[in-house]
């Protein structure tokens, strides 16, 4: 949406990968050869004193070429790639007033989305339990306008909502509390992700695996989650709730005492236990409204998978796809960190209900203060910067369902293509405590 841990097991929003394409050679080649290229081409243009010195922004931005200063085609055609612009310079090409939220117009889609939400579980759900053949209909139809009142706790998180921080929270639970989010915890990790992205170890929320790091994540972890396209359902919830260094998550965002506020202000503890109750009294509502757990699965459980679907599958486009780069501690930077999100248009009217979430992400993660509705006008500014050097990535992607499970499938969670799923005698051990011994003949 959205680390060395497995939003693998989960998610957000999201999940690791980086193939480049041999510039040379023309064959696939995992990133770390290419990112150690690219990082040497900037180090070795800004060691002739080819860098402009820029004004800085924090976090500041490098303006070293990555290869060349010829431009690639729009079509991606092109190998050339100008200079990496200072965040500055992206910052200035911005129309001012993208950086200002509007309360009433914030309201104003808060309000849309709520009252669909509202209708969808209490005048649709009593009919999908009277008539069970619209469940298919109701399922997806609510869990998209779950990830509509989602899109706009995120604003509330990013505090792009409103300029008032009391309000921003108020929505921001009122929106994320039917979701199951725990706000204040999530709005840390997901400004953590924001903060480091493509970062191949400060990253939250989309972590970027060796073969080593993956195979060490708990088996169960890895077969629910990581390794089979079912992970698309089941990886969010997972990594919002599991605690254990083993699953490869941040820490739980339930739990006051999790890892996740180590490093943290003091006050996030006390924020993770409001956030956590508020989500604990919506679920114990929707136990109480429903006459059984067959009830509760229809009008509940189903859509809750779908909006799951819906943050693993946006968040994961957004930053995979057969041509992402990491970058390790020494080479990243943020602005290209930055340039390897991607702005995917999924048409069918879906951008737009979604709060352009999906076809203007790039301005978003390089700016995450202006509030949704100003998103268009900012990225139109910030594709004028980086379309022109080869920079910009843009992509249709209609066939979106196909293209999650697709490179979930392809790409996965493992910087390595190959990467060791869980095997039978791996859970097995797990869930028995078999020896090796047995499970080594297990394997066999």
């Given at each position: 949406?959205v680390?060395?841990?497995a939003h ?10 980086a193939?480049?394409?041999?510039r ?8 770390v050869?290419?990112r ?5 081409a ?11 010195s ?11 070429p ?6 690639a085609?729009r079509?991606?055609?092109g ?25 009433r117009?914030?309201?104003k889609y808060?309000?849309i ?14 009919a ?18 779950m ?9 509330c ?17 009122v ?5 199951l989010?725990?706000?204040w ?29 993956y195979?060490?994540?708990n088996p ?31 820490g ?11 490093r ?13 109750v ?5 679920l ?28 693993f ?5 957004q ?19 930055g340039?390897q ?7 069918l009217?879906?951008?737009?209900a979604?709060?352009?979430i ?13 509030p ?20 910009y ?5 209609r ?6 499970f ?12 190959d990467?060791p ?24």
């Amino acid at each position: 949406n959205v680390t060395g841990r497995a939003h693998a097991m989960f998610a957000t929003a999201s999940f690791p990968r980086a193939f480049a394409a041999a510039r040379s050679s023309g064959r696939a080649r995992g990133s770390v050869a290419v990112r150690h290229e690219r990082a040497s081409a900037v180090v070795a243009v800004a060691s002739s004193g080819r860098t402009s010195s820029r004004k800085s922004v924090r976090p500041s931005a490098i303006s070293a070429p990555l290869a060349d200063a010829s431009v690639a085609s729009r079509a991606g055609g092109g190998e050339g790639k100008g200079p990496v612009p200072a965040l500055r310079e992206l910052r200035d090409a911005i129309p001012k007033e993208c950086f200002e939220p509007d309360t009433r117009e914030s309201l104003k889609y808060a309000a849309i989305d709520l009252g669909l939400l509202a209708a969808c579980f209490g005048v649709v759900s009593p009919a999908v339990v009277a008539h069970p053949w619209l469940l298919p209909l109701y399922a997806p139809l609510t869990g998209t306008v779950m990830w509509m009142n989602f899109v706009i706790g995120h604003d509330c998180g990013h505090g792009s909502f409103s300029k008032h921080k009391a309000l921003n929270a108020v929505v921001g639970h009122v929106t994320h509390a039917p979701l199951l989010v725990p706000f204040w915890p999530w709005a840390y990790s997901h400004k953590q992700h924001h903060r480091f992205h493509n970062h191949e170890t400060k990253d939250m929320s989309h972590p970027w695996m060796t073969p080593e790091r993956y195979k060490a994540t708990n088996p169960i972890v890895r077969f629910l989650a990581l390794d089979h396209w079912w992970g698309a359902f089941l990886g969010f919830p997972g990594y919002l709730l599991l605690e254990q260094k083993s699953a490869s998550t941040d820490g739980s965002h339930f739990y006051p005492g999790s890892r996740l506020f180590d490093r943290a202000p003091k006050d996030e503890r006390l924020k993770c236990a409001v956030s956590t109750v508020s989500c604990v009294s919506f679920l114990a509502a929707t136990f109480a409204v429903t006459d059984s757990f067959t009830n509760w699965s229809m009008q509940y459980l189903a859509p809750y998978l779908c909006f799951s679907w819906w943050l693993f599958a946006v968040t994961y486009l957004q930053h995979h796809d057969e041509d992402t780069e990491t970058y390790a501690e020494g080479e990243w930077e943020y602005v290209l960190g930055g340039l390897q999100t991607i702005d995917r248009e999924f048409g069918l009217g879906i951008d737009r209900a979604t709060h352009h979430i999906t076809d203007c992400h790039v301005a978003h993660h390089m700016f995450s203060d202006m509030p949704h509705y100003r998103l268009e006008t900012a990225t139109e500014a910030v594709r004028g910067v980086l379309e022109p050097r080869g920079l910009y990535k843009r992509r249709d992607t209609r066939d979106f369902v196909a293209k999650t499970f697709a490179l979930h499938e392809s790409v996965g969670h493992c910087v390595e293509r190959d990467r060791p799923r869980a095997t039978r005698g791996e859970i097995e051990a797990c869930l028995f405590g078999e020896t090796n011994s047995r499970v080594e003949k297990a394997e066999k």
